[in-house]
């Protein structure tokens, strides 16, 4: 492991699985400590009229770029100038790194490391099965996002969106979101706001990946079919990381316990899924999750 003296750390800010800190500023270029848990996902895109060097230095563990087959271990380094497409790079252990780069960018990045680090512990607090559920679903959705080959670009959407799904059920009542029993229809009513309260609490937070991932977050309760909410969309016209979430969501919610029914038993969950293959769920989708059987089980 290598040695940081954290009294050098200027300010430093934690997230699930990531944790940076502003090492060195001056004359514009910054120097930011990573450190990633396992299997975290981090990533750096272009931007208009952003003419930056962009470089990362290893200093423990392994980053991947799995999309194009390089790796990275302590002692290497990547470096583009400027930044002309989305990379996103994936840790193998727990796994420390230097980003340089010659304009600005903590303040923002900061900022927004810190509101999604926020959302997520007020779902916590909201409803204690809502985190662990979130993480399920982030690390399934990833699972078959990279199955299915979606661009860079919307699997960064996508990984936001996965565990921040459920975020809209922060404005949810209480009473309502933990009631043990069945819902009335004016509850049910009120319950289903959730996904378009979740677009807008991602949008309001005035960020352009967030505003991109509430898009996604609006559509995961659409139906394959058009029997879904909030607006009835249907088939192609569903975002498929939506439709990914869609289907993951619904294999976690029958294999977990939940306050109004026991968990299934998970090959069961698997044959209602396949079930609702072409009516809930995007036939693409299930078929891709239903593949990868083996390794969700373990």
Excluded at 9 to 19: A, P, S, W
Excluded at 117 to 145: F, P
Excluded at 183 to 199: A, C, N, P, V
Excluded at 241 to 268: G, H, L, P
Aim: charged share 25%; proline share 3%.
């Amino acid at each position: 492991m290598a040695m940081i003296n954290e009294e050098s750390f200027i300010e430093t800010v934690y997230m699930k699985g990531l944790q940076i800190s502003l090492v060195a500023s001056g004359d514009g270029t910054e120097v930011i400590y990573h450190r990633l848990e396992p299997e975290t996902m981090w990533g750096i895109e272009p931007e208009e009229g952003w003419d930056s060097l962009e470089f990362l230095h290893i200093l423990s563990g392994e980053l991947t770029l799995p999309y194009e087959g390089e790796s990275f271990k302590a002692g290497d380094s990547f470096h583009k100038h400027p930044i002309t497409e989305h990379y996103i790079f994936k840790s193998i252990g727990e796994t420390e790194f230097l980003y340089v780069t010659s304009q600005p960018v903590f303040h923002y990045y900061s900022k927004a490391t810190k509101e999604l680090m926020d959302l997520s512990v007020a779902i916590e607090e909201k409803d204690g099965y809502t985190v662990d559920h979130c993480q399920r679903i982030n690390k399934l959705s990833m699972m078959v996002g990279e199955e299915m080959g979606l661009e860079k670009k919307r699997l960064k959407s996508l990984n936001i969106a996965s565990f921040l799904h459920d975020v809209g059920k922060l404005k949810i009542p209480l009473e309502i979101l933990q009631k043990p029993g069945k819902l009335t229809s004016d509850e049910w009513m009120i319950m289903k706001q959730h996904s378009r309260y979740g677009r807008e609490l991602l949008e309001n937070i005035g960020l352009p990946f967030l505003k991109e991932a509430g898009k996604v977050v609006e559509q995961h309760h659409e139906r394959y079919d058009g029997k879904g909410y909030p607006y009835g969309l249907e088939g192609d016209n569903i975002l498929t990381e939506a439709a990914i979430i869609s289907v993951v969501d619904s294999y976690d919610a029958m294999t977990s316990n939940r306050i109004y029914q026991k968990a299934r038993a998970k090959e069961v969950a698997f044959n209602e899924i396949l079930r609702c293959r072409g009516t809930m769920y995007n036939p693409q989708v299930v078929d891709v999750f239903l593949a990868l059987k083996n390794k969700i089980i373990l």
